[in-house]
């Protein structure tokens, strides 16, 4: 126990002085790369110049919206698969992802966004917010993991049809194509505004599934042992749904869908992590932190012209890894 909380430990300190890295190459990469004692000195400068604003004002925030955004998908996909034993599962699995995106992609369509600057954030929300009722309306409080699952995927696909009948009949094809590229989620053009709007329930979101751990690693041996070891599951399993809801509802409704965060980060940490969710809970948020900011960079040095979507270059991360998990599973059957 001693060796495997060392480890964890030193692992969580690496992957924090990498969130400094990355914090300090996200803030310096754009269309002019800025040396660190540029940075450093505009971070704490009050000069109304230039290079105070573009870091300030454009890159500090986007900075700051891939921590937490990293934070929550990468937390809430370790959460998901530690409670349904499941190590496929992420956080869209529960309608979530499609519902934010949905209520965004209405605002759109209504043209809100031209009339209220945070109208397609709060669309967002409001569509996380409904997915959770139409969950506990299908699901009920009392329900199975199963239950869950397969109610989950009932929301997701109607909140994905719904999204592709609003795309169209959308009225012009200009509007078309501004909700599909936005859907491919991007953290350009954010500001201040969007930061503090999503904050408040992002750490209510993250703060209630951080306090699940201690039930997760009693899980891994079995409801009715957990139950006996007075874990209370259905409190545990809509405390889950609740705080995934708030942290990748409020996520997506900022930043679009970004996949495989949350699918894949908790597969790379499990090892380190000595297959205890509970350990896995605090490593996976920071390997989402990191894999986010990493994927917003790499998004803007390959770009020459227009940025390529955050939600590609984490896509494209993904698949080959699970691509890799595949064969490596093949090869251990042989």
């Known amino acids: ?66 921590i937490m955004i990293g934070a929550a998908l990468g937390l809430s996909g370790a959460a998901l698969q530690g409670y349904l034993r499941n190590p496929l599962a992420e956080p869209g699995i529960i309608g979530v992802s499609g519902c934010a995106a949905l209520g965004a992609v209405i605002v759109f369509y209504s043209g809100l966004t031209s009339i209220i600057s945070i109208a397609l954030p709060l669309g967002g929300m409001a569509g996380a917010a409904i997915s959770v009722l139409l969950l506990g309306l299908l699901a009920g409080y009392k329900s199975s993991v199963m239950t869950i699952i397969l109610a989950g995927v009932a929301i997701t696909s109607l909140a994905g049809s719904l999204t592709s009948l609003v795309l169209s009949l959308a009225p012009n094809p200009f509007a078309t194509f501004e909700i599909f590229f936005w859907l ?28 699940t751990g201690r039930a997760l ?28 809801s708030l942290a990748v509802g409020v996520a997506v409704s900022v930043s679009g869908i970004i996949g495989f965060v949350g699918l894949v980060v908790p597969h790379l ?19 989402g932190i990191n894999l986010t900011l990493a994927a917003d960079i790499l998004v803007r040095v390959v770009s020459q ?16 890894f699970f691509l890799y998990l595949v064969i490596k599973s093949r090869s251990k059957l042989q």
Request: glycine letters at 8%; aromatic letters at 8%; proline letters at 6%.
């Open 1 to 66: 126990m001693i060796k495997f909380d060392r480890k964890a430990l030193l692992w969580s300190v690496l992957l924090i002085f990498l969130i400094f890295v990355l914090s300090l190459l996200s803030l310096s990469q754009g269309p002019t790369f800025l040396p660190l004692d540029t940075i450093i000195s505009s971070l704490y400068s009050q000069a109304n110049t230039s290079t105070n604003i573009i870091i300030q004002e454009i890159r500090l925030p986007r900075t700051l919206l891939s």
């Open 184 to 211: 491919l989620g991007s953290l350009a053009d954010r500001s201040f505004e969007h930061v503090k709007l999503i904050v408040f329930p992002l750490v209510i979101g993250i703060g209630l599934l951080l306090t």
């Open 305 to 320: 012209g227009p940025e390529l979507k955050l939600g590609i270059v984490t896509a494209l991360i993904g698949s080959p």
């Open 269 to 287: 940490l499990r090892p380190i992590a000595d297959f205890r969710p509970g350990i896995l809970l605090p490593l996976s948020m920071l390997g």
């Open 217 to 244: 690693d009693a899980l891994t041996l079995g409801e009715d042992v957990a139950s006996s070891l007075g874990f209370n599951l259905q409190r545990i399993k809509w405390t889950i749904v609740i705080g995934i």
